[in-house]
Every structure is written in structure tokens, then in C-alpha cells.
């Protein structure tokens, strides 16, 4: 079972669809003994880090999200629910995130006055390590961005794939059975598609 977790922010429909393509044993949950009972957890995000990260706390899903990632199982996040994986982050104000990766999330302000924030379009993700989660991925792979912040300050062991807005992001990440990606799959197409169908074949 395929189990996203839903702390009621954001339309989480599109996600499941997509993972609907791939596999159909696909549930939407808030429920803590179904999290706790899942083959492969996602943790999407839209919005605000401390919005998000309020709202698991207040719902009493941190727990069961930390013993499931306990178990060794498949986890990703997707887009703030992969900023949610690090120690903190400082969009409005200074929020605590899971800690399930070392790192802290901070503003993007990148040096060309050209380049927009948020960042949001198509971009190419660059391998730097292999990684499951990037097979059968052509070499310009193009995914959907849309965020204001990013991973920093990270293990180098633990980024896979960057991107570059004014200087390269972390855009990939993976540390033994945990995995975060900063775009959207859901909304990349093809390449989108088969980042889920590889994260839903781990083991």
C-alpha cells in the first residue's frame, strides 16, 4: 500500500492520481494506525513549512510518520513535505521540521536580478549519485517547480540530483530508505511519472 498522508492542506487529489497511474493500491490518510501500517509513506507539502509542520503536530501524525520511517520503509516528500525532512527551516519565522535529515531550509536569493522568486517552471534535474528513485531518467530531465526556499546546509552524501537557479539547489535528496524531492512530480508528466513508478518499486 501506497500511503500519503493528509494533514489538510492543499489539494492533495493530484498526487494520488498520479500515484494511481503506477499503482492502485493507493490510500489518502490521516489516520495514524494506516500510516503506521504502509508499504511506501508520502509526505506531500503545499504552502507554508510551518503551516504544514503545525498541522502533522497538531493531528498527532509526527509519531506514526516517525515509526513508520523507523521500519525501513520506502518514504518520500514532495516539494515542503521535503523540506519538512530537515531540522528547521526560517520561512516566516523559525519552525522545527522533522529531523530525519541534516539541514536547514532557508530563502532562495539567488545573485541575478533576472531570476524570480518563487522559482516556478520547468527546470533540468542533474544527477550528482546514482539513486533508484532516478532510473530510466533521459539525461535533460525537465521537472515543475514552484517553491520560495531550499535545502541547505546538508550532508553532500545525501544529495542526489541539483538544479541550478542562480547557484546549484538540492532537488533530489535520499539517505538509506528516506527520500525528498523539491519539484513536483505530479504535475512533471512522463518524467514525473516514472520518478513515482521507480519510488514505488523500492524495496
Given at each position: 500500500?501506497?500511503?500519503?498522508?493528509?494533514?489538510?492542506?492543499?489539494?492533495?487529489?493530484?498526487?494520488?492520481?498520479?500515484?494511481?497511474?503506477?499503482?492502485?493500491?493507493?490510500?489518502?490518510?490521516?489516520?495514524?494506525?494506516?500510516?503506521?501500517?504502509?508499504?511506501?509513506?508520502?509526505?506531500?507539502?503545499?504552502?507554508?513549512?510551518?503551516?504544514?509542520?503545525?498541522?502533522?503536530?497538531?493531528r498527532g501524525l509526527?509519531?506514526?510518520?516517525?515509526?513508520?520511517?523507523?521500519?525501513?520503509i520506502p518514504f518520500?516528500?514532495?516539494?515542503?513535505?521535503?523540506?519538512?525532512?530537515?531540522?528547521?527551516?526560517?520561512?516566516?519565522?523559525?519552525?522545527?521540521?522533522?529531523?530525519?535529515?541534516?539541514?536547514?531550509?532557508?530563502?532562495?536569493?539567488?545573485?541575478?536580478?533576472?531570476?524570480?522568486?518563487?522559482?516556478?517552471?520547468?527546470?533540468?534535474?542533474?544527477?550528482?549519485?546514482?539513486?533508484?528513485?532516478?532510473?530510466?531518467?533521459?539525461?535533460?530531465?525537465?521537472?515543475?517547480?514552484?517553491?520560495?526556499?531550499?535545502a541547505s546546509d546538508?550532508?553532500?552524501?545525501?544529495?542526489?540530483?541539483?538544479?541550478?537557479?542562480?547557484?546549484?539547489?538540492?532537488?533530489?535528496?535520499?539517505?538509506?530508505?528516506?527520500?525528498?524531492?523539491?519539484?513536483?512530480?505530479?504535475?512533471?508528466?512522463?518524467?514525473?511519472?516514472?520518478?513515482?513508478?521507480?519510488?514505488?518499486?523500492?524495496?
Amino acid at each position: 500500500m501506497i500511503t500519503i498522508v493528509d494533514y489538510g492542506i492543499g489539494n492533495l487529489r493530484s498526487i494520488e492520481r498520479a500515484f494511481q497511474h503506477v499503482r492502485p493500491d493507493v490510500v489518502r490518510t490521516d489516520d495514524p494506525d494506516l500510516i503506521r501500517a504502509a508499504d511506501h509513506l508520502v509526505l506531500p507539502g503545499v504552502g507554508a513549512f510551518g503551516a504544514c509542520i503545525q498541522e502533522i503536530r497538531q493531528r498527532g501524525l509526527e509519531q506514526p510518520i516517525l515509526e513508520t520511517v523507523a521500519r525501513q520503509i520506502p518514504f518520500i516528500g514532495v516539494c515542503v513535505g521535503m523540506q519538512m525532512l530537515f531540522e528547521s527551516s526560517s520561512e516566516q519565522g523559525v519552525h522545527t521540521g522533522l529531523g530525519l535529515l541534516k539541514g536547514h531550509i532557508k530563502v532562495l536569493s539567488p545573485s541575478d536580478p533576472t531570476l524570480k522568486i518563487p522559482h516556478m517552471g520547468w527546470n533540468v534535474i542533474s544527477p550528482v549519485k546514482h539513486s533508484p528513485l532516478l532510473t530510466g531518467l533521459p539525461e535533460d530531465a525537465r521537472c515543475y517547480f514552484a517553491h520560495s526556499f531550499y535545502a541547505s546546509d546538508m550532508a553532500s552524501d545525501d544529495v542526489v540530483a541539483v538544479t541550478d537557479y542562480g547557484h546549484p539547489l538540492p532537488v533530489v535528496v535520499a539517505h538509506d530508505n528516506i527520500y525528498g524531492v523539491q519539484f513536483h512530480p505530479e504535475k512533471s508528466h512522463d518524467i514525473g511519472l516514472q520518478i513515482l513508478a521507480n519510488f514505488a518499486t523500492l524495496v
